[in-house]
């Protein structure tokens, strides 16, 4: 149980262009999601707490115009780069917070590596 | 706002032994949850230990065991009878009792050798 998937796990586009990243719960219900960036050989930074049926909230320093998320279920969230450039290229990680279960409780999914030429 | 700090970038052992990947943090909150994550080189992430701060006894999954040590603000991760398949960036991380969210370290990078 408590499966996290993510789609696509890699994706090439073109300067200027949008990708759009899903991040599903397969088995369970998720209130919370989380999006985070990770470039090569450093460690994974939060970008935005996404919450069902509200606002994402967004770390200090990321650009939530250029960063749309929208959680639109209690199994999806989707990560949107919109006017995508070179310097967006990294490895995009969401996780899901169970709910109704104790904070600690995130799953992760397997990632999402954006590539903009 | 919370702070996590591993000092090893990188780790060696020999495979059987035991090694102990170190982790300081720092917090405000006396609600706190303390994790130690594994990355392969799949880069899927995978708990494998958990501390909850008002816990005095140390956590301990199989294999692999912390040290918490509340006043000193640190958190190791020792791992036992160490297997090639232990090979992995290991992130420490922090998250408060409200908030949830995870604050990783900047990770050390285990290497297991024969």
């Known amino acids: 149980g408590a499966v996290v998937s993510q789609h696509p796990s890699w994706v090439i586009c073109k300067s200027g262009t949008s990708v759009k990243i899903e991040c599903r719960s397969l088995d369970f219900q998720a209130t919370t999601m989380f999006w985070y960036r990770q470039f090569p050989k450093q460690s994974l930074m939060l970008m935005a707490t996404?919450?069902?049926?509200?606002?994402?909230?967004?770390e200090q320093g990321v650009e939530k115009d250029k960063f749309l998320i929208n959680h639109a279920s209690l199994t999806l969230s989707t990560l949107t780069v919109t006017s995508a450039h070179p310097e967006d290229s990294s490895f995009y990680i969401c996780?899901?917070?169970?709910?109704?279960?104790?904070?600690?409780?995130?799953?992760f999914g397997p990632g999402t590596r954006l590539t903009v030429t | 706002a919370q702070t996590v700090t591993q000092s090893q970038p990188e780790m060696s052992v020999q495979e059987a032994e035991t090694v102990t990947l170190s982790c300081t943090y720092d917090t405000s909150e006396s609600d706190y949850y303390l994790f130690w994550y594994k990355q392969p080189p799949s880069r899927q992430m995978i708990l494998v230990i958990r501390?909850?701060?008002?816990?005095?006894q140390n956590a301990t999954e199989n294999r692999f065991s912390v040290n918490f040590q509340k006043a000193a603000k640190s958190f190791s991760l020792k791992i036992s009878d160490s297997q090639l398949g232990d090979a992995a960036m290991y992130f420490c991380a922090s998250c408060t009792g409200t908030a949830s969210k995870l604050t990783f370290g900047t990770g050390t990078r285990l290497q297991v050798t024969l």
């Open positions: 501390q909850e701060a008002y816990k005095q």
């Open positions: 996404s919450n069902e049926g509200s606002k994402a909230t967004y």
């Open positions: 996780s899901a917070r169970v709910s109704d279960r104790v904070v600690y409780e995130q799953y």
